[in-house]
T-cell receptor
Framework: EPEVTQTPSHQVTQMGQEVILRCVPISNHLYFYWYRQILGQKVEFLVSFYNNEISEKSEIFDDQFSVERPDGSNFTLKIRSTKLEDSAMYFC???????????FGDGTRLSIL | TQLLEQSPQFLSIQEGENLTVYCNSSSVFSSLQWYRQEPGEGPVLLVTVVTGGEVKKLKRLTFQFGDARKDSSLHITAAQPGDTGLYLCAGEKGGTSYGKLTFGQGTILTVHP
């Protein structure tokens, strides 16, 4: 069964550094999402992306965050200048259309030191 | 802010017992998903409910969507140790918020042999 794949599984970065989290959505999916889960807290929506533009973003997704679909297969989340509070699991999800459910990757654990 | 209150947060039962997990909100959702999440992995979809009053069964799991589409429940009959895990509900609103999932806090279920 096709899967959403995320790399790396664990990223350790110094505070203030830029980080790029990578996702390969399921190949025929058109809608892409990023969520995060701080340890012990709820999964939180960050951003949705369709047709090469952001559809919706949460208040968490400030100007330090950006997303990109640089080619036909990758979907990336960039954090420009990381903060300690960015430490979390980041999940990518994709779906074929609005009638279908979102499929999640296994996440990238981001640790900011 | 849409909130999904999931209860209980923790559930520890003996094999063979029945249990129910609840997901409640003051908001109406166009659909509600139930996911199961294993440690180190992303949420895996169990079921999507769309219609008010809808009931779906998945083996020993029964999912119900409230008539007003504001609440949902997951009932497990004759729980087994293999049911142990984290269960998440997530609601999706329609319109311009299509795709944005609002998650509950999760229920950590432990089934003892």
């Amino acid at each position: 069964e096709p899967e959403v794949t995320q790399t790396p599984s664990h990223q350790v970065t110094q505070m203030g550094q830029e980080v790029i989290l990578r996702c390969v959505p399921i190949s025929n999916h058109l809608y892409f999402y990023w969520y995060r889960q701080i340890l012990g807290q709820k999964v939180e929506f960050l951003v949705s992306f369709y047709n090469n533009e952001i559809s919706e973003k949460s208040e968490i997704f400030d100007d330090q965050f950006s997303v990109e679909r640089p080619d036909g297969s990758n979907f990336t989340l960039k954090i420009r200048s990381t903060k300690l509070e960015d430490s979390a699991m980041y999940f990518c999800a994709s779906r074929e259309d609005h009638s279908q459910p979102q499929h999640f990757g296994d996440g990238t654990r981001l640790s900011i030191l | 802010t849409q909130l999904l209150e999931q209860s209980p947060q923790f559930l520890s039962i003996q094999e063979g017992e029945n249990l129910t997990v609840y997901c409640n909100s003051s908001s109406v959702f166009s659909s509600l998903q139930w996911y199961r999440q294993e440690p180190g992995e992303g949420p895996v979809l169990l079921v999507t409910v769309v219609t008010g009053g809808e009931v779906k069964k998945l083996k020993r799991l029964t999912f119900q969507f409230g008539d007003a589409r504001k609440d949902s429940s997951l009932h497990i009959t004759a729980a087994q140790p293999g049911d142990t895990g984290l269960y998440l509900c997530a609601g999706e609103k329609g319109g311009t918020s299509y795709g944005k999932l609002t998650f509950g806090q999760g229920t950590i279920l432990t089934v003892h042999p």
